[in-house]
């Protein structure tokens, strides 16, 4: 689950990271008067933040600075509720529904602080770089040796050492390298806390007066350990979330639209992997990634079916089940009456393998359910291909 920079920033606080003051609004008078209240406060300069779930804000024009009060609020009035477009966004862009008003900070030098987990060490990995302020990506591919990497064991974890051998990375010294040593120790324990996927601070920036600031955050949690954050489970916002992927998350199943056009209906993430991957093969593209899981009943199969063909681009389905826990004859039937309340008018392609797969193809063989059933994935693959041409 993605969160806002305001939210992120809310935890950072909470683990002693050095944030500048901030308001999150949702008008322009609002925003005003956050920004006469940091004013008061003693700040001289604002900046003005689009709150999307999206990087490259700043080139789209959802970052800006203002030198004074009547400058926010014409910048809020420019960024509420405008269609912000970034490489993340895409071509479809994003609105902008909230805005952070937060003071600005003089900026010396900026790096990137980031911890992640090192799927391939399985170990936690904290990365700085010299480089910050633009895309990390950017700086891996064209100069790789710009970022210092220290990995965690996790039977030991963070120790004093690797903070202390991060900030020596920075280049810092003074009273610049105490504060970046408590700041990486923060996000690390923030990432630990709060079971992150992904934290960090892009860019982390030292002043003229060697201070040390976290002027933009990125927490991304993992989804699986929500259960024991109820209180973060709340900041999830629904409008930056595909409607399809929400409504899909409603009825259990694991749903990522992709931009191909063969609807894939799986049980099982591996398993729907390489279902997407056989479809290519075969010289189709995938329209979705849709997990139904153990248990495919009625149900579960006709709400993988609304959600699939409310994409436009899908031109076919390929219903791909491996009987193990569930039986195969189960979800034919589920198949069936879930075909009876959709309304299905594009080439349906179901294989079964595993618990009762012939029972399954006989069922759905007899129905009057115009599908082609299948045993091979291959074979199920090529059906697809081939349905496609014939529609074409």
Partial sequence: MKLHEYQAKDILRDFDVPVPDGVVVETVEEAVAAAERLEEEGAGLFVVKAQIHAGGRGKGGGVQLAESVE????????????????????????MVRKILITEGVDIEQEYYLGVT??????????????????????????????????????????QPFHARQLAFAMNLEGEAFKQAVNTITGLYEAFEE??????????????????????????????????????????????????????ASKHGLSYIKLDGNVGCMVNGAGLAMATMDVIKLAGGEPANFLDVGGSADAETVEAGFEIILKD????????????????????ARGVIEAAKSVDIDIPLIVRLQGTNAEEGKQLLDDSEVTVESAVLLKEAADKVTEALRVEA
Wanted: charged share 30%; aromatic share 2%.
């Fill in 71 to 94: 400058e926010v609020r014409e910048h809020a009035d420019d960024i509420l509720g405008m269609n912000l477009v970034t490489h993340q966004t895409g071509d479809e862009g994003q």
């Fill in 117 to 158: 987990l090192d799927r391939e060490k399985s170990m936690n990995v904290i990365m700085v770089s010299t480089e910050g302020g633009v895309d990390i990506e950017t700086v891996a591919e064209e100069a790789p040796e710009k970022i210092q990497k220290v990995w965690v064991d996790p039977s030991l974890g963070l």
């Fill in 194 to 247: 709060t079971d992150c996927t992904l934290a960090e601070i892009n860019p982390l920036v030292r002043t003229p007066q060697g201070q040390i600031a976290a002027v933009d955050a990125k927490i991304n949690l993992d989804d699986s350990a929500l259960a024991r954050h109820p209180d973060l489970e709340e900041m999830r916002d629904l409008h930056e979330e595909d409607p399809t992927e929400v409504e």
């Fill in 312 to 331: 436009p681009n899908v031109e076919a389905i390929l219903v791909n089940i491996f009987g193990g826990i569930v039986r195969c004859d189960r979800v």
